[in-house]
């Protein structure tokens, strides 16, 4: 039998912890997904932890489910980090050339990297990733791979993406306590986009659109390259809260009348069509679906202007040529697709997972994207130097806490 490796993928979200173990068999293309879980999501909030006693204990009842399905013990992972803490910032390096013959080799490419991570950050926060847009080799610009070129002088335009320092150490607390080791930490959107787009996608320009519970991470590609990233504070949880709100019912019904009957199309309602609340749980009350839809309505065109804003920003609005690729767990609104179609005037599609083979039906869902992106992280990183650059300094995070590591695990029973 041939060798294989598994690669672990943790997903930790606002409402919910996902978890998928891959593997990749020597010879063949693509992950095989051998076991993946889901569970609720206790001490969490907008992508950050609100109670690590809490967050342990629903990431270890997901670890526990997923190592129940396969039989493998999850002993470390890639590790998603969303939130509104999370910023991107522009970013220039530039260097002379090391060899005296002026040809560009690895270091000086990992050099000009280190030289635009150089920028002044806030003191409370950490560099998650450096991702190099574009080189220039003297005065070529656009170069993609300068090693091998000749040149006196490498240039780098990078994007830096960076989160608040206690929110990261926060997260790894508490996937240290379950006994889980950190392998890296990626950022939640940049992982669902190795999910559910192509690199055709990525070249023409495309902008990925996670929708979560209490977030909406945006992720715009042009070139191959990312050229913007953004996290909103608005998400499928807000459109709960406003049902429940314009209904005067509570969020627990809100949330199951949401999704049985919810559209964000109301075009796609009859206007003669009613819902009775004693269906779904509550009183006996009869409403039209239309208000349903109309309230849901409301709340999509305002995360879709907030998002044409971050467009607009960077003169990409109603310019992409593959459009708006929608994924995570909001994205099964129906209605959806519709409304971005109009208030984006793109193409507009839901992100599924592509390329990935498994007998585990649940997993080929937008709410996996990012669990299935961290363990292709993984797997890429295991066999190259990764699909970004990834700052290598952040291996500091991971040893100011290694020690708290095997503190924590040495409290395990």
């Known amino acids: 039998m041939a060798k294989t490796e598994l690669f672990t993928g943790l997903d930790v979200g606002s409402s919910a912890v996902r978890v998928v173990i891959a593997q990749r068999q020597i010879g063949v293309d693509g992950l095989h997904i051998l076991g993946a879980a889901e569970g609720p999501a206790d001490g969490i909030s907008k992508g950050t932890i609100t109670s690590i006693e809490d967050a342990v204990s629903s990431i270890s009842a997901t670890l526990e489910k997923v190592e129940r399905m396969t039989g493998v013990p999850a002993e470390h992972a890639t ?18 050339v090391a060899k005296a013959d002026g040809e560009i080799k690895q270091n000086d490419v990992d050099r000009v990297i280190e030289a635009a991570q150089a920028v002044a950050a806030p003191p409370n926060y950490e560099i998650l990733h450096v991702i190099p847009r574009s080189f220039t080799v003297d005065n070529q610009h656009g170069v993609k791979d300068p090693v091998g ?17 206690a929110q990261i150490k926060n997260l790894q607390k508490a996937i240290y306590r379950t006994g889980v080791s950190i392998d890296d930490m990626v950022l939640a959107v940049l992982a669902s986009s190795l999910a559910c787009t192509t690199k055709r996608q990525k070249d023409l320009g495309v902008a990925v659109l996670n929708i979560g519970a209490s977030t909406t991470s945006l992720m715009v590609f042009e070139e191959g390259d990312v050229l913007h990233t953004k996290i909103l504070p608005i998400g499928a949880s807000h459109i709960t809260s406003d049902i429940a709100i314009g209904l005067r019912i509570s969020i627990d019904l809100a949330e199951k009348v949401k999704l049985e009957v919810g559209t964000a199309n109301p075009a796609e309602v009859d206007k003669h069509d009613e819902i009775n609340l004693h269906d779904f749980g509550g009183d006996e009350l009869v409403l039209p679906r239309h208000q349903i839809a109309d309230i849901i309505e409301a709340r999509v065109e305002e995360m879709d202007k907030m998002v044409d804003r971050e467009l607009q920003a960077i003169d990409r609005s109603g310019l992409l040529p593959a459009g708006i690729i929608i994924t995570g767990g909001g994205a099964k609104l129906p209605g959806l697709i519709d409304i971005g179609k109009r ?24 709410q996996f994207t990012t669990a299935l992106g961290l363990a292709s992280w993984a797997a890429d990183a295991s066999s190259t130097h990764g699909l970004f650059s990834k700052l290598p300094a952040f291996g500091s995070v991971n040893d100011t806490v290694n020690g708290m590591r095997h503190w924590f695990k040495s409290l395990l029973p």
């Open 79 to 96: 590790i998603a980090i969303n939130g509104t803490h999370i910023t991107s910032i522009e970013s220039h390096g530039i260097v002379a």
């Open 149 to 165: 070129m000749s040149a006196m002088r490498l240039e780098v335009d990078a994007q830096i993406i960076e989160g608040q320092t």
């Open 343 to 366: 208030d984006f005037r793109l193409p507009v599609s839901i992100g599924f997972p592509i390329g990935y083979t498994t007998a585990i039906d649940k997993v080929q869902d937008p």
